[in-house]
């Protein structure tokens, strides 16, 4: 197994100025005797979760490891955000006709929430306690057991 570590993104690269090459660069990838492609994180995540010096450079998170929507992939990685599970399939099932398996690094261990002062997006509002491991005595605390703010309760 040779495999090659990506973002999405990367093997997604588009050129207006050569459509016709535009796609996963399967060839690219062949010649170099890659058999499998993990991919960082593509779930849809927060890209302003970055250092505020990063920010004032017009930076923005490149890496995905801030989920915010399960199983939706990130918007930024397609052509067109609304179909992005159709072209996220098309996507895989293209590297799988190339003959290259696809691994995923999944974040399931916290969300882009954070913790006490992280931003509201869904699931603090929704059920804090049902969806975080929060502080018996106060539930407006986290447990922070991945140094990201929060824990996703899954017990």
Not at 112 to 131: L, Q
Request: aromatic share 10%; with cysteine.
């Amino acid at each position: 197994m040779t495999s090659a570590q990506a973002n999405a993104s990367l093997l997604r690269q588009r050129d207006s100025r050569h459509p016709d090459q535009n796609g996963v660069g399967d060839d690219k990838l062949k010649a170099l005797g890659v058999t499998h492609v993990e991919l960082l994180p593509v779930m849809a995540f927060d890209e302003q979760d970055i250092p505020a010096s990063a920010a004032a450079l017009g930076l923005r998170n490149y890496w995905g490891y801030s989920t915010h929507s399960f199983y939706s992939p990130h918007p930024r990685y397609c052509v067109e955000p609304a179909s992005a599970p159709q072209e996220f399939r098309a996507f895989v099932d293209a590297l799988h006709a190339a003959g290259i398996r696809v691994l995923l690094d999944v974040v399931f261990n916290h969300t882009s929430e954070a913790g006490t002062n992280g931003p509201v997006i869904h699931f603090k509002v929704m059920a804090n306690d049902v969806f975080y491991q929060v502080d018996r005595n106060d539930a407006r605390h986290y447990r922070d057991y991945t140094g990201c703010g929060n824990t996703i309760n899954c017990n």
